[in-house]
């Protein structure tokens, strides 16, 4: 019971939060340089035709109008028609946002599966050479930016080589795979060094815990203290910076899309930013508002698993 109470706890909060988000984004869009009507009439275009599409967009009317028409509209399903795709911003989301989500998956995926096996090594060989190494590797890749990283495998694995593609996505699964390999590692490395210095941290406070001593004490099985005791612990923290670090991940798609000719999301917003796409730029900032705060909401209820007392906060 204490587990339902706690989940539609955080979905209530998540209200207030929703609504916020909105009225920032209305006003962040609307303090972009130039203006949209222009950038659709072009620059031959006579000041009437300006106001006329000026009138069509609603920019016309005063700001406290606009908001209600967005926040009406958006409660609706609403979220405008696309200047650029001459499109429902909707349908554009809906055709753009499966690519993300894969990518997003995809690299997170990869963080894991090189974070956890490194730092669960590194910890119960702290001091040795594995340890030194495992660090000193990540740390390089903490030091490099994610662009920059990109644009080194871009180079030498897929220009160079020719191992991967430069760009695209791909049909079948396999094929999505294969297309977003090099995006989904560039991001990969990076959220992966910061995952492995935490988990590692965690790991050797949790195996220097007195409780973990008794259990040894005890005669325990070390594959048991190891399963049961010190990896649940240690994930408690490692699990809340993953969660930050998937809702960073998909604000960085706009760079990591860009680079590799993504069609997701992050390059959609791009566009739509040049192109001064008011609706487009809402809607794309909205559904990454919305799939950020789903994200905290699943890692708040999965660090409750892990530590049954957060339930009773």
Do not use: C
Not at 176 to 194: E, K, M
Request: charged share 15%; no cysteine.
């Amino acid at each position: 019971m204490a587990g339902v109470q706690y989940t539609l706890n955080r979905l209530v909060l998540m209200i207030p939060t929703f609504f916020l988000v909105m009225i920032i984004i209305f006003l962040l869009v609307r303090l972009l340089p130039g203006d949209p009507a222009i950038a659709m009439a072009g620059d031959k275009a006579s000041d009437a035709d300006i106001a006329a599409i000026r009138d069509k967009l609603g920019l016309s009317a005063p700001l406290w109008t606009q908001f209600w028409l967005f926040l009406t509209n958006t409660l609706q399903g609403d979220l405008g028609r696309s200047i650029l795709a001459r499109a429902p911003v909707l349908d554009v989301v809906l055709a753009r946002l499966p690519t993300t989500l894969f990518l997003t998956i995809y690299a997170v995926t990869l963080s894991v599966l090189i974070a956890g096996p490194l730092a669960f090594l590194a910890a119960v060989n702290r001091g040795k050479w594995q340890d030194n190494l495992i660090r000193a590797v990540f740390q390089v890749g903490l030091s490099m930016p994610v662009f920059y990283i990109g644009l080194l495998l871009l180079t030498f694995l897929a220009a160079h080589l020719g191992l991967f593609p430069v760009g695209g996505y791909g049909e079948s699964f396999v094929d999505r795979l294969y297309h977003l390999f090099l995006p989904a590692v560039t991001v990969a490395l990076y959220t992966s060094a910061i995952l492995m210095r935490n988990l590692r941290s965690a790991i050797i406070e949790v195996i220097d815990a007195e409780y973990v001593q008794f259990a040894r004490a005890k005669g325990l099985p070390n594959r048991l203290i190891l399963g049961r005791h010190v990896l649940k612990n240690a994930l408690i923290s490692t699990v809340t910076l993953l969660g930050l670090s998937i809702g960073q991940l998909m604000s960085g798609t706009l760079v990591t899309e860009t680079v590799f000719a993504v069609p997701g999301l992050g390059r959609s917003m791009l566009e739509a930013i040049f192109a001064r796409d008011y609706p487009l730029i809402q809607g794309l900032t909205l559904t990454f508002a919305v799939l950020v705060s789903l994200v905290f909401l699943m890692t708040d209820l999965f660090q409750s698993w892990l530590d049954p007392r957060m339930r009773l906060t």
